[in-house]
């Protein structure tokens, strides 16, 4: 067990490694930060150089990297362009209302999709079943922003119930939750359907039923240890995707979580900033995933031991 | 012992199958597929059916009501938008786009994405490893980033799309595949294969390959949804498909602000279409899996 | 160049009274001034990224420290003029000692909200610090070769050259305490929690929350009678909107037009003209654009008056040259500018050799200016039917800053000037001087009447200047496609008593809540 905890840590570590180069990479494809930063001023050309040499970019690139992971390798990631604050911290102010955010939105995904898609499965085939998967359908084909407009035009607008935007207590997380949890409970829901459909047409579960079991012990028991693995796949992705931020809805109620601020870096090209941000969010998709592939062996213990 | 063997009403009183589920689906079926087949006409010959070039402009007319409501024009069915362009021919015109840019992320990354899961899971060690860190490594980096680092290599193109699109999607199916794989290679009918010596590919391709497929067809008609909402979002922050070209994505990004402020119609009408797109096809992805599913072949 | 000196006793005499006024009217008059104590709501489009000047010169950044923050002189809109008016603000006078040296006398007793004391020090300092922090702001004192105390309440600009936009210039050279400026850290520290002298100080950053400020009750100036401003920030316009709609804002900046009338349900709307001048450039070093003739062509193939009417709805307005109202020698009577004649078009590209018309790429960000897609659109539309064939390359906007700043962007391009500070120099240099940032123009005489522009200092020189280079750019040489001036748009609760200036400083403490 301690080797494989040693070996999983070994590849965090190399990811991490890969995923800030590649970015480093992408942002230098993307232009010039210095002259972005000095757009429209009066400030002429040898302003642009001075200010070049004294942030440090016009060394070789090479120099830029080595001199960045050597930062990066003490946890120093940089300042921001824009304010001069560390990369880090800056980051590190937004991660809480993320998690915030993508917590409740899974939580009401999975409240609601779960008991949908078993209930669909068990009774494939029959109105019941079709209705609730057009719904699911349609609640997929809604685009995101489309949702969250409607979200704030009926119950804040109209009902005021919820605030329309922004942050400052629970009551502002309540409609981006929502607007984000519908698309993941859609095809969460049709998933868990679909997964335990394909599960309940198996040999094993043939022979269960066979041998006289109780169906509610056939589908409990078997079935839906099984038919999870797939579920858990597209769960995890979801959840990395929601923490790594969810733009659009955080622009659309001013929801002041990583993603929007990632972006706006990525606008602003301040490079640190973006470094930061990606390097925080691959690392919770490594926490992540090692979570979910224990979650594997648990589920289905062939898996567990190589 | 195999299902196959079976009686396929006695797999149907076992399976626990409720009603025959073919009654109320065919017909679902049948409008999911005339329905289908509207929307790749359009995509085949928008010009013919478009009653005006879809980026004709007319600054005079803009924002008129559909036609049957006061104000609207008959020479604009489903009225018009900002700059007076004609929405029913940029709706036709849409089709093809979204449908091109939908299916062919959705082939590339399928195939990138099945590929290697199915390496990953039937090899294991060192080379899952590997690959399971390069799509961590892929999904950490933000989809907006590789866009505009697309763009500022190649300059905004709607290939760039396409490449942001499936890039982005390989993950899934990946990982399903390697999970599946992971599963059905411990079995044992697999394990017997094996010991007799069948070649690797013979048994990837002919013994694992199927039982996927039916997961994959699932997983990719549930993407393609997601695929197009994301050609939308691309758009939404300047980042999608270019003008002139038409999109829906692009028609519904621009014209959010309309939601709540009056000119309702520059938005609903292309949104109605990607939901009836995705609608359809995947009711008609739902069918073709029942049709493929090896449990009832006879 | 002399002001009326208000000479020290008198000056302590008038703070007497007015201070013991003060007092007085503190303790009758106990309500606050926002009905009843609720802070004043303002919603923006994006949180800053600093409130330090020299680092964030953003107006969503500016909004918010322009209200904490003194400088020398500032701007303020005189409402029955309409017109912007340079005012004393720190310093009640100043004048020419020489070509290159501009003398400041700084009120005295004046301290900022810490207690530190405002003299002639602290105006070096300032100035060393904007210009050591390598901050977006770090060039906007270029001109400024150093600052000289003479004496405690004396300090002297001295330029790099005679530069007459010194005074003007001083808009942005805000002062910060020195002793506080370290000890909080310097600039990561201070833009976090700023202390300023202003009518308003800081409260706290909550961030992506809010940021609170509140009256400063010992301001040397005019008590402000709104008490209490809560700024947050709300990317969606459509939100925004509704949050004007709800209540939960009181003042809303960058209301699209298609969204006035929505919002007229519930509010109100303020407008004023602003100095953001929407334009297109071209490159004139390169074929095709390198010919007058073609340029002037596309001039006249776009109905820039209709670009305003149905795709701005009006919220804009056409400027046919360069000079913006209120700037020195602004006279547009003065030139012609170019009308909408698509035949003429067509008639002049023949005559420049393109009897076929032409192909050029069109650069242009998308997202940055209010409907900028849609008039990008509009103006492709326009101008193909000169046979005038454009590729429309719309891209994000930090995407076309960087192509720019290369000085290979080829074709038109779109973009704009805000200045911050109104003086004609300011953006000209940015745009046709040889030893600016951008290198698109290639042209001897431009060089040599923006130089004597920049350097000439007394102002009824300055005007045929102006008026000169203005004409040459504008019907001669021709570098850009003339759109128009940008307006501000703003949503405003009913009860706020307060109009817009167009330099987009919202200058808050002269408005009042009704009731």
Redesign the interface.
Known sequence: MGRYIRRRLLLAVLTFWAVSTIVWGLLYLTGDPVAILLAGTPAGSTDVEQLRHALGFDQPLPIQYLHFLSGAVQGDLGNSLRSGEPALLLVSRRVGFTVQLALLAMTLALVVAIPVGIVSAMLRGSLTDRTLMLLSMVGQSMPIFWVGLLMIAVFAVELRWFPAGGAGGIKYLFLPAATLALYPMARIARLVRSSLVDVLNQDYILAARARGLRESLVVGKHALKNAALPVVTIVALQFGYMLGGAVITETIFGWPGIGLFTVTAIHERDFPVVQAAVVLASGMFIALNFLVDLLYGWLDPRIRFS | MSAESVQPALVRELTGRRSSRFRSGDFLVVIAFLLLAVIVLCALIPATLAPHPPNQQEITKRLLPPSWMERGNSAHLLGTDQLGRDLLSRVIHGARISLIVGFSALVISGIIGVTIGLLAGYYRGWLDDWIMRLADVQLAIPYVLLAIAIIAVIGPSNLNVVLVLAVNGWVVYARLARGQTLSLREREFIQAYRALGARDWRIVVQHILPNLLSAVIVVASLELAGIITLESSLSFLGLGIQPPTVSWGYMLADGRTYLLGGAWWVVTFPGLAITATILSINVLADWLRDVLDPRLKI | MNRHRTSRREFLRLAAVGASGALVAGRSIAQPATGGGRPLVVVQT??P??L?PT???NVNAGNIYAHMLESPAQYRYDAREKVMKLEPRLCDKWETRAPDRWRFHLRPGLKFTNGEEINAEVARFSMDTLKG????????M?HVKEVVVVDPLTFDLVTDGPYAATPASTAFFFFFPPKYYAESG???GF??KPIGSGPYKFVEW?????IKLEANPAYWGAKPQIQAITF????????????L??G?ADLITAL?P??I??AKRTADIRTARGFRRVFCFFNANVAPTDNPLVRKAINHAVDVD??VK??LGGHAYAAKGINKPGYIGYAPDKITGYKYDPELAKKLLTQAGYPNGIDLDYNHP??RWL?D??VA??I??MAGKAGIRFK????????A??????QKATGMNMWS??PLWLDPS?EW??HFWS???YHYTNNAKMDELLDRLRTEVDPAKRIPIAQEFEKYVVDEYCPWLFLYDEEHIYGANKKLQWTPSPFERMDLQYATMAG
């Open positions: 994006a949180w990224q600093s330090d680092m964030d010169t922090n390598k901050g977006m702001a770090s060039s906007y270029n310097g600039k990561t833009g976090r909550q961030d992506g929350v809010h947050r920030a709300q990317p969606e316009s459509a939100t925004r909107v509704a949050l709609d709800t939960e699209p298609e969204l009338d929505r209709a670009i149905n795709i998308v997202g409907n897609k849609d659109a509009a492709v539309d429309d390359k719309g891209v994000e906007f930090n995407t800053s960087s192509l720019y700043s290369t000037v805000g300011f240099q940015v030893k600016g940032l």
